[in-house]
T-cell receptor, first 115, second 110 residues
Framework: DAGVTQSPTHLIKTRGQQVTLRCSPI?????VSWYQQVLGQGPQFIFQ???????GRGNFPDRFSARQFPNYSSELNVNALLLGDSALYLC??????????????FGQGTRLTVV | QKEVEQNSGPLSVPEGAIASLNCTYS??????FFWYRQYSGKSPELIMS????GDKEDGRFTAQLNKASQYVSLLIRDSQPSDSATYLC??????????FGQGTRLTINP
């Protein structure tokens, strides 16, 4: 079975541009979460989606948005890119949401560089 | 106080020895705890989950949880150079998100 797949793997954008990152969860998993990881830090929660509905949002500006599709894949959009948005963006797949004993598995990440 | 705290290291351990990684958390009602391994330039890989007080063993890895002390640890026995990585402790908060520590960088010296 394929794991969590993210695309693209690397991306270079200019300040002010917009970017869309994509994620396909593990087959059978219905929950997708997005995290941002800057160098030297642990991942920071951005969004969680389950059954196409937003279930949680982290402390990120409105420039960040996401959605989940009927096939449970997800997109993360970031508008008006800033230099500080440069980071590794991680998608995590889990079977369900709202279950405390749910393990989350990460994709390989998208390395975004804003110049 | 950070929600999840880890010593950033680096922690240096000789090959074959036991590596001990520690993590404390601030939310007393936390119930689910995870250890992820992250190699440089790669994404985090889940290596252990623990939900009950006590020890949980999986191969060379043992996770230990003490909810009264709000403390979770990871022991790696017979450390190998391939264990050299950053180890991230994570706690589920609000049943929806993982809160991570900053990670402990572990180096196993041959």
């Amino acid at each position: 079975d394929a794991g969590v797949t993210q695309s693209p793997t690397h991306l270079i954008k200019t300040r002010g541009q917009q970017v869309t990152l994509r994620c396909s969860p593990i087959s059978g998993h219905k929950s997708v979460s997005w995290y941002q990881q800057v160098l030297g830090q642990g991942p920071q929660f951005i969004f969680q989606y389950y059954e196409k509905e937003e279930r949680g949002r982290g402390n990120f500006p409105d420039r960040f948005s996401a959605r989940q599709f009927p096939n449970y894949s997800s997109e993360l959009n970031v508008n008006a890119l800033l230099l500080g948005d440069s980071a590794l963006y991680l998608c995590a797949s889990s079977l369900v949401a709202g279950n405390l004993n749910t393990e989350a598995f990460f994709g390989q990440g998208t390395r975004l560089t804003v110049v | 106080q950070k929600e999840v705290e880890q010593n950033s290291g680096p922690l240096s351990v000789p090959e074959g020895a036991i590596a001990s990684l520690n993590c404390t958390y601030s939310d007393r009602v936390s119930q689910s705890f995870f250890w992820y391994r992250q190699y440089s330039g790669k994404s985090p890989e889940l290596i252990m989950s623990i939900y009950s007080n006590g020890d949980k063993e999986d191969g060379r890895f043992t996770a230990q949880l003490n909810k009264a002390s709000q403390y979770v640890s990871l022991l790696i026995r017979d450390s190998q150079p391939s264990d050299s990585a950053t180890y991230l402790c994570a706690v589920i908060q609000g049943a929806q998100k993982l809160v991570f520590g900053q990670g402990t960088r572990l180096t196993i010296n041959p």
